[in-house]
């Protein structure tokens, strides 16, 4: 089964070949992902690969851990679960979906308005 790293650490500049080939002296290598930000297609600066066995991937993180990948040090650790997400509207979002006012409102009594 293969087993999931975090790569952290990576230059905008590292793509998922060079990625790929980082990884490659260790093991047989899945897959390899450079995470980019959706709207500007640069790098967020870490990735995933996914090794063939287990064995594969304790070396990969025993011989790649803070070794140098384009010019950078780079943090190779096994990858954790990705954490459910709360609703699809993100979890923290101000959407007020009973409608009811939010906040220290004052009711009556003073008025913002000043009269002449």
């Known amino acids: 089964m293969a087993t999931k ?9 590292t793509t998922d070949e060079t990625l790929r080939a980082f990884f490659a002296p260790a093991g047989t290598v899945v897959s390899a992902n450079v995470i980019t930000d959706k709207f500007t297609g640069k790098s967020r600066g870490f990735g995933f690969v996914e090794m ?5 991937a304790k070396k990969a993180v025993t011989e790649l851990n803070n070794g140098t990948l384009d010019g950078r040090t780079v943090v190779v650790n096994e990858a954790r679960p990705q954490a459910p997400r709360e609703d699809s509207m993100g979890g923290g979002s101000s959407f007020n979906r009973d409608r009811r006012p939010r906040g220290n409102f004052q009711r009556g009594g003073g008025s913002s308005r000043r009269s002449y």
């Open 5 to 13: 790293l975090f790569v952290g650490g990576l230059s905008w500049d």
């Open 52 to 56: 063939s066995t287990d064995e594969e």
